[in-house]
């Protein structure tokens, strides 16, 4: 059962402008493992955290690095969900989140699905604990 979809799309240039101006949102936004990326790479995370977010319906429980984006065994990206988010997660019924993300001409964006546990796979990856 589908219980969540969230869709975000980012300005490459305008994210990297204000990457720029205010270096401390590199910290803000991205766990360290993700922050060496190239800017549109960034983006893109930006836009599939987002995505969570609105698929979640809110902000409430939410901290940046709660969420980290990660690719799974095959190379997918994925979440990997850490502290009160991860709970949250779990008390909704959340058993798995689907991830696509993508940039290109100036543009990136990403999509999520949340899965229910009713008809869900694998489960939703956790951290041992906050960064």
Known sequence: MISGIGIDVVDIGRFERSLAR???LLERLFAESERGRAPRSLAARFAAKEALIKALGGHAVIRWHDMQIVQDDEGNPDF????????????LGIARIHLSM???AGIASAFVVLEGV????????????DE
Do not use: I, N, Q, Y
């Not at 990997?80 to 008390?91: F, K, T």
């Not at 009713?118 to 604990?129: C, I, L, Q, Y």
């Open 118 to 129: 009713e008809t869900a796979g694998p489960p939703v990856r956790a951290s041992a604990g």
């Open 80 to 91: 990997l969900l850490a502290g009160a988010l991860a709970a949250h997660v779990e008390a």
């Open 102 to 104: 993508s940039h290109d």
């Open 22 to 24: 205010t270096p401390a």
